[in-house]
């Protein structure tokens, strides 16, 4: 078994495996066929690495290595790419990163993965990948752009390979429970995926302090998810990041109001019906200002 370094004094080895236990928190009765699942245990938080070189090594493997600076090399006869030898995908952001899961509970297949990076105490001026790459003043300005309340969203991967083996699991037993719960392979799951991840998110930021977000996105996913009534606010020009990306912020509280107003059926998601919303309130209550809290009655979908 080959040791894998993910973060400063936190070494995984490759033989861990996600047993009854990683998985404690997991509701039973919960209707929802996909849940979100904090990357607490070593054996999770190995999964979520590895999930993310099935995405960014092996799915896409034009993707640029962040932390080595080299482009995934997946020759046909390779079993690893040369960027992750070790099978997994890290960069130095995981040092000081809540990582996240998604799990397809009657298969317990793990098909997407995320984390929240948090802002780092000994230096904030290099907490997050967009103080690397986006100029803007607004990033100086501390009232408008509030690094101990910040969080960054990275690495938001689903895996069509888990996707599909789901699928293939469902296609073998039409009449199972799984199956008449959830279609894998149909649009609607992949939303209720993304749905599910972002709820992680929401819940990462409640347990870490996180008031506001911030990220680096494809325009068109800015579209996409505009189209369910998750609004970011731009900040500066397009960046060349992976790609064209749009560096872009958004206070939580507000990101659900506004989802709220427009999709109840999505606010309950990603506020577990409400219980995340009210949390987010007390944890303004106790870090903001009264004149920067959220009013109540903005619960849109109380």
């Known amino acids: 078994m080959k040791a894998v370094d993910i973060a400063e004094g936190h070494t995984l080895t490759a033989g861990y495996s996600v047993g009854r236990a990683d998985l404690d928190t997991v509701s039973p009765r919960s209707p929802n066929a996909f849940e979100a699942v904090p990357a607490r245990s070593a054996a999770l938080l190995l999964e979520a690495h590895r999930l993310r070189y099935q995405v960014y090594g092996v799915e896409n493997p034009f993707e640029e290595c962040a932390e080595r600076r080299e482009v995934y090399c997946r020759d046909k006869d390779a079993a690893v790419c040369r960027a992750c030898p ?161 560096p872009c912020m958004v206070r939580l509280s507000t990101l659900l109001t506004r989802v709220g107003n427009e999709h109840p059926d999505v606010w309950a998601v990603l506020t577990a019906d409400g219980r995340h919303w009210d949390d987010l309130l007390k944890m303004e209550r106790d870090l903001l200002p009264r004149p920067m809290r959220q009013p109540k009655e903005n619960r849109a979908c109380a």
């Open 86 to 246: 070790n099978g997994v995908e890290v960069d130095d952001f995981d040092r000081h990163s809540q990582h996240c899961l998604l799990l397809h509970k009657p298969t317990r297949t793990f098909v997407g993965a995320t984390r929240l990076i948090l802002p780092r105490k000994d230096a904030p001026e290099k907490s997050f990948p967009i103080q690397e790459i986006c100029q803007d003043p607004l990033l100086q300005d501390p009232v408008r752009f509030p690094i101990p309340l910040m969080g960054e969203i990275s690495r938001f991967c689903i895996s069509k390979q888990r996707r599909q083996q789901i699928a293939a699991m469902a296609a073998a037993a039409p009449d199972s429970p799984a199956n008449r719960r959830d279609r894998p392979a149909g649009t609607d799951s992949l939303r209720n995926m993304k749905l599910g991840l972002i709820e992680g998110l929401v819940q990462s930021s409640i347990a870490n302090g996180v008031l506001y977000w911030c990220a680096e996105m494809e325009p068109f996913l800015l579209r996409l998810l505009g189209r369910i009534g998750i609004y970011f606010d731009p900040i500066g020009p397009l960046v060349n990041y992976h790609g064209v990306r749009q």
